[in-house]
T-cell receptor, first 112, second 113 residues
Framework: EAGVTQFPSHSVIEKGQTVTLRCDPISGHDNLYWYRRVMGKEIKFLLHFVKESKQDESGMPNNRFLAERTGGTYSTLKVQPAELEDSGVYFC??????????FGPGTRLTVT | GDSVTQMEGPVTLSEEAFLTINCTYTATGYPSLFWYVQYPGEGLQLLLKATKADDKGSNKGFEATYRKETTSFHLEKGSVQVSDSAVYFCAFQSGGSNYKLTFGKGTLLTVNP
């Protein structure tokens, strides 16, 4: 069974540019989560999808971040325009009916 | 607000040494508690869990006991191996319809041969 995959693994962009991160959850998992770890800090929750609906987006930092999950399969997280403080590692996770969340390897975003 | 405080790293040990990584939490209600591990170049993996007070989670020689009275979930292993070198994250999930995980900052463990 394929795990959670994320693309790209690393992205370097300039301040003001746009970046789109992609997450492919484990097939059949209705729940999809985005988290972010800024260097030296804790991993923080961004949002939670159930199928294509946003269940909880309380962790989204501001309106420069837009997450979508069209069709309830893969998800994208767009940052537009990117700021320096957006740098960090963005993790995606998915879960089925149980509590355990399965994490992807993360996308390291560097904004210069 | 909800938070997790875990031991600052990095922690460097020799092989076969005893490991403790402290973790305390602040949460409402009765959360489920977790330890996740991130090996170099990989995503986070669930290491062990405990869902109620006095439960002991265990896996791969690691153990942690849910202590409600001290709001703690310390990770221990009696004899670490080089392959245990990784970043360890303590986390909780409040439960109910709230699935989000609240994490600590992570503790980098390096085990030398």
């Amino acid at each position: 069974e394929a795990g959670v995959t994320q693309f790209p693994s690393h992205s370097v962009i300039e301040k003001g540019q746009t970046v789109t991160l992609r997450c492919d959850p484990i097939s059949g998992h209705d729940n999809l989560y985005w988290y972010r770890r800024v260097m030296g800090k804790e991993i923080k929750f961004l949002l939670h999808f159930v199928k294509e609906s946003k269940q909880d987006e309380s962790g989204m930092p501001n309106n420069r971040f837009l997450a979508e999950r069209t069709g309830g399969t893969y998800s994208t997280l767009k940052v537009q325009p990117a700021e320096l403080e957006d740098s960090g590692v963005y993790f995606c996770a998915s879960s089925g009916t149980g509590y355990e969340q399965y994490f992807g390897p993360g996308t390291r975003l560097t904004v210069t | 607000g909800d938070s997790v405080t875990q031991m600052e790293g990095p922690v460097t040990l020799s092989e076969e040494a005893f490991l403790t990584i402290n973790c305390t939490y602040t949460a409402t209600g009765y959360p489920s508690l977790f330890w996740y591990v991130q090996y170099p170049g990989e995503g986070l993996q669930l290491l062990l869990k405990a869902t109620k007070a006095d439960d002991k989670g265990s896996n791969k020689g690691f153990e942690a006991t849910y202590r409600k009275e001290t709001t703690s979930f310390h990770l221990e292993k009696g004899s670490v191996q080089v392959s245990d070198s990784a970043v360890y994250f303590c986390a909780f999930q409040s439960g109910g319809s709230n699935y989000k995980l609240t994490f600590g900052k992570g503790t980098l463990l390096t085990v030398n041969p």
